[in-house]
């Protein structure tokens, strides 16, 4: 039981810092953030740069307006 449950929730937070989960992730607006233009993720998403931190663990990123990869466009 505590292998499963364990293992269910390293795969939601795999999931998570992607941004590509079930119903989508647009990240958490925390005013330090949006005060630099940015969302809070678990992760950057590609295609936005990291800033700052979130509180301990989530991480401010800012979307990239020059040099962004290809892997945007991908589905």
Known sequence: MRCSLSGSLFLLLISLPS?????G???VEIRTCTALKGRCFFGCRVGWRWVAFCHNILSCCTKMEKNIPPQVNEP
Do not use: H, L, T, V
Not at 19 to 23: E, R, V
């Open 19 to 23: 941004g590509n989960g079930m119903f």
């Open 25 to 27: 992730n647009d990240g």
